[in-house]
């Protein structure tokens, strides 16, 4: 095995090439579609129930509140991990939201970057799993995921599934 170039993998097939500008590239490009989060604040729809007026959740990070978050249910719904995304939120920056709405942002990259890398080590193909990528970080099915702070469950879901 040792008499194979590094690009050549155990069955023989050349192994697909990392190309760090695609993946600067899809960051930037993420970057710049959802640059006017910095304009968003609490959305009235579930950001209010979910953060602004949930004392366990804006009163930040506590032993109470981290054993609420995995026990509790509130607002119809048991998300014990985007309950405790939020209490840490919280408990960073408070009640501002720009820069949850800037945390929210990571997770979405992150999970754009996850899109590339898994479609390209299913399919080995590069610039194909890249322009699905693209697609996943741009298609507006993913705004909501960004600029609106209760559906960060959306990004979470997506990178820990």
């Known amino acids: 095995m040792s008499h ?4 050549i993998g155990a069955a ?3 192994r697909p090439q990392t190309s760090p500008a695609i993946v600067l590239r899809l960051i930037a490009m993420t970057i710049t ?5 910095g304009r968003c604040g609490f959305v009235n729809l ?3 129930a979910y953060v602004v007026h949930q004392p366990m959740v804006n009163q930040g990070l506590r032993t109470v509140a981290i054993a609420w978050a995995w026990t509790a249910v509130h ?7 985007t309950s405790l995304a939020h209490i840490v939120d919280c408990d960073l920056f408070g009640l501002n939201p720009l820069p949850m709405h800037g945390v ?3 997770w979405h990259i992150l999970n754009t970057v996850l899109v590339y ?3 390209r080590a299913l399919t080995g193909a590069t610039w194909r799993s890249a322009i699905v990528a693209a697609l996943f970080a741009l298609h507006p099915l993913h705004v909501e995921s960004v600029a609106w702070i209760s ?3 959306d990004a979470l879901s997506t990178f820990f599934g």
């Open 104 to 106: 929210s942002l990571v």
């Open 33 to 37: 579609a959802y640059g006017g989060i």
């Open 75 to 81: 607002s119809s719904n048991w998300h014990s991990l």
């Open 12 to 14: 023989g097939r050349a």
């Open 151 to 153: 559906e960060r469950k």
């Open 46 to 48: 579930d950001d209010d």
């Open 117 to 119: 890398f898994v479609w």
């Open 4 to 7: 194979l170039p590094a690009a």
